[in-house]
């Protein structure tokens, strides 16, 4: 059973007791990423991500690392588009160590100049991976694509040149903006019991309160195709369409109509370029969601020659769903694979920190398990029908990343 806590401060903790594991796992989720950034201070979330870790008042950097490893315990990051969280899972008896760690890294982390320059130079080098590996870099370059100047057409990582903009000011500006407690959730879950929760709100009872309310520009999806010459040994190509909101009623027909589309080895994107043509090694598909607009991405990488017979397999398979839908057994086996995803999941206690976190900073709100398969369950036919012939429009953004950078012959 999920408790909603909040603080004096407004701060929200959520907390799942799980008594027959030994382990805990708390997460602090801030609401801010990519998308509550400017271009002049695009990266800043990630950047400041990076700089909890290097050090206190107290912890230097490899203290910070030893106070985990020490306990066989672990501590990681990671920033979104539209969120951030810094989370931990450790043995129920660290419980409480783990929370000093992490809130020392909140509230004290000291932005050494020296540690800052360090930290530029390893976000540049995790820069030029991203532009070294043409499967991860297709995909920014989708949402550059789809999203135009808006902050979620923005790179996650930031640019060099912004990079560079970043100081020990700039970020402790960043952290008054978005770092209160009216925007942080806070979410456990493990075997520990409701005075560990008190513990909790009585650590983090400092954070300061903001009413300030972050105001969000719907973006625009455009019709844009972006191409890139680059010496690969493959092409690299990616459709993206107009999605679902998060909280959009029609938003698990999506998710099986993706399931059928290119979301499991099944589907027919998987079986028809892969099994049956062996024209790929990775085709796939996924839905991103955000507060206010979605998008649908398919791709794969193949032999440069292929790119053709590629893109034609992909508008076919997209066409046959619109004019056709799926059928009974990939309705049927789209729901069980869902359901079986979502429960399998649960069996972490970091996944279930990781779903309530998100949940109440997203949402507000959680759903039973027996309300989300009964959504689940009642999806129709007619209903995937209806958000295929919605999705899948003329309106498409396309990137290639290849040794010619031309588009596909069929393109329109």
């Given amino acids: 059973m999920i408790k909603r806590f909040v603080g004096d401060n407004g701060l929200r903790i959520v907390f799942e007791p799980n008594h027959t594991v030994r382990s805990v796992s708390v997460?602090?989720?801030?609401?801010?990423?990519?998308?509550?950034?400017?271009?002049?201070?695009?990266?800043?979330?990630?950047?400041?991500?990076?700089?909890?870790?290097?050090?206190?008042k107290t912890r230097t950097a490899q203290e910070i690392a030893e106070s985990f490893d020490s306990i066989?315990?672990?501590?990681?990051?990671?920033?979104?588009?539209?969120?951030?969280?810094?989370?931990?899972?450790?043995?129920?008896?660290?419980?409480?160590?783990?929370?000093?760690?992490?809130?020392?890294?909140?509230?004290?982390?000291?932005?050494?100049?020296?540690?800052?320059?360090?930290?530029?130079?390893?976000?540049?080098?995790?820069?030029?991976?991203?532009?070294?590996?043409?499967?991860?870099?297709?995909?920014?370059?989708?949402?550059?694509?789809?999203?135009?100047?808006h902050s979620l057409g923005l790179p996650i990582l930031g640019t060099e040149d912004t990079l560079q903009n970043f100081s020990a000011d700039s970020l402790r500006d960043y952290m008054n903006q978005f770092y209160h407690a009216g925007n942080v959730v806070i979410s456990i879950c493990?075997?520990?019991?409701?005075?560990?929760?008190?513990?909790?709100?009585?650590?983090?009872?400092?954070?300061?309160?903001?009413?300030?309310?972050?105001?969000?520009?719907?973006?625009?999806?455009?019709?844009?195709?972006?191409?890139?010459?680059?010496?690969?040994?493959?092409?690299?190509?990616?459709?993206?369409?107009?999605?679902?909101?998060?909280?959009?009623?029609?938003?698990?027909?999506?998710?099986?109509?993706?399931?059928?589309?290119?979301?499991?080895?099944?589907?027919?994107?998987?079986?028809?370029?892969?099994?049956?043509?062996?024209?790929?090694?990775?085709?796939?598909?996924?839905?991103?969601?955000?507060?206010?607009?979605?998008?649908?991405?398919?791709?794969?990488?193949?032999?440069?020659?292929?790119?053709?017979?590629?893109?034609?397999?992909?508008?076919?398979?997209?066409?046959g769903l619109k004019d056709n839908g799926i059928t009974e057994k990939e309705l049927k086996n789209g729901k069980e694979q869902l359901k079986g995803s979502l429960m399998l999941g649960l069996e972490s206690t970091n996944s279930r920190m990781s779903r309530n976190g998100k949940n109440e900073l997203m949402l507000g709100r959680h759903r039973g398990l027996d309300e989300i398969t009964e959504k689940i369950d009642k999806v129709t036919m007619n209903q995937v029908q209806d958000t295929a012939n919605k999705i899948f429009s003329d309106r498409y953004a396309l990137t290639l990343i290849s040794k010619d950078g031309e588009l596909p012959k069929n393109v329109h």
Wanted: glycine residues 8%; charged residues 25%.
């Fill in 27 to 56: 997460g602090i989720w801030i609401g801010t990423g990519s998308r509550f950034e400017s271009k002049e201070e695009n990266g800043v979330s990630h950047f400041l991500e990076h700089m909890f870790f290097k050090g206190t």
């Fill in 72 to 149: 066989g315990g672990h501590v990681n990051a990671f920033t979104s588009k539209e969120y951030t969280c810094y989370y931990a899972k450790v043995l129920d008896e660290h419980a409480k160590h783990a929370v000093d760690v992490l809130s020392d890294m909140y509230f004290n982390s000291t932005f050494e100049t020296k540690e800052l320059s360090k930290e530029k130079g390893v976000v540049l080098e995790e820069i030029k991976m991203c532009e070294d590996t043409p499967d991860d870099i297709i995909h920014d370059l989708l949402s550059t694509a789809c999203y135009g100047d």
């Fill in 190 to 319: 493990g075997n520990v019991d409701e005075s560990f929760v008190e513990y909790v709100q009585d650590v983090f009872s400092s954070m300061k309160y903001s009413s300030v309310e972050k105001k969000l520009q719907k973006p625009q999806f455009n019709q844009k195709y972006l191409t890139r010459k680059k010496d690969t040994e493959q092409a690299h190509f990616c459709l993206g369409y107009e999605g679902l909101p998060i909280e959009d009623e029609n938003i698990y027909s999506l998710i099986l109509l993706n399931n059928a589309l290119g979301g499991s080895m099944s589907s027919r994107l998987f079986q028809e370029v892969r099994e049956k043509r062996g024209l790929a090694y990775s085709v796939f598909s996924y839905h991103s969601s955000f507060h206010d607009s979605g998008m649908l991405t398919i791709y794969a990488g193949a032999a440069h020659e292929q790119v053709n017979d590629l893109f034609d397999i992909m508008m076919h398979t997209v066409d």
